[in-house]
């Protein structure tokens, strides 16, 4: 099976632009979650959701982030406008119900300079 | 407080021995959730072991096990027969609450671990 696929790998953007990054989960799984690691932070949850409806989004750092799941194949993660605070891997992870781990994609790598 | 806490910000092991690396948490809930999640340079974040509060037998998956010390609060990690490709960051996190109640997964700030030849 395919795992969690995450684009672009890597993206380097002038503050100020939109950036937007893209999830598709493993097959079947119900829950999808966005996380963000930093030198500085670590690793922390943005949000989640469950069967496309968003549960927790309290980690989302202000307005300017976003998250959607428009089906249950898909998720996007937009920032708008961009600043270079937001430079980051940013992670899609996935699982099905009860009792599984998360699985994580291999992360998008964004620049903001 | 810190919920999950990794105490060895570097640990190093020769190969074909074994090492630990620690985890304590700290959880006021009776049902939750403990993992371990390898991150080798190239990024992606691997899950390698689960142990679940009720579990009464301490997790194994191949050259992983999870000694857990529920009194003590504490999830190690250790790791038989070392091997290069162990070499990686390691972190511990913890789910709190029930299976289908938070999903929130909070991670420690990571050992990273150095098998040498």
């Known amino acids: 099976d395919a795992g969690v696929i995450q684009s672009p790998r890597h993206e380097v953007t002038e503050m100020g632009q939109e950036v937007t990054l893209r999830c598709k989960p493993i097959?079947?799984?119900?829950?999808l979650f966005w996380y963000r690691q930093t030198m500085m932070r670590g690793l922390e949850l943005l949000i989640y959701?469950?069967?496309?409806?968003?549960?927790?989004d309290s980690g989302m750092p202000e307005d300017r982030f976003s998250a959607k799941m428009p089906n249950a194949s898909f998720s996007t993660l937009k920032i708008q406008p961009s600043e270079p605070r937001d430079s980051a891997v940013y992670f899609c992870?996935?699982?099905?119900?009860?009792?599984?781990?998360?699985?994580f994609g291999d992360g998008t790598r964004l620049s903001i300079l | 407080a810190q919920k999950i806490t990794q105490t060895q910000p570097g640990m190093f092991v020769q190969e074909k021995e074994a090492v630990t690396l620690d985890c304590t948490y700290d959880?006021?809930?009776?049902?939750?959730?403990l993992f371990w999640y390898k991150q080798p340079s190239s990024g992606e974040m691997i899950f390698l072991i689960y142990?679940?509060?009720?579990?009464?037998q301490n997790a194994t998956e191949g050259r992983y096990s999870l000694n857990f010390q529920k009194a003590r609060k504490s999830a190690n990690l250790v790791i038989s027969a070392s091997q290069l490709g162990d070499s990686a960051m390691y972190f511990c996190?913890?789910?709190?609450?029930?299976?289908?109640?938070?999903?929130?997964?909070?991670f420690g700030k990571g050992t990273k671990l150095t098998v040498n030849p």
């Open positions: 992870a996935s699982r099905q119900f009860s009792n599984q781990p998360q699985h």
């Open positions: 097959s079947g799984h119900d829950y």
């Open positions: 959701f469950n069967n496309n409806v968003p549960i927790d």
């Open positions: 959880t006021s809930d009776q049902s939750y959730g």
């Open positions: 142990q679940g509060s009720y579990d009464e």
């Open positions: 996190a913890m789910r709190e609450g029930r299976w289908g109640g938070s999903e929130k997964l909070v």
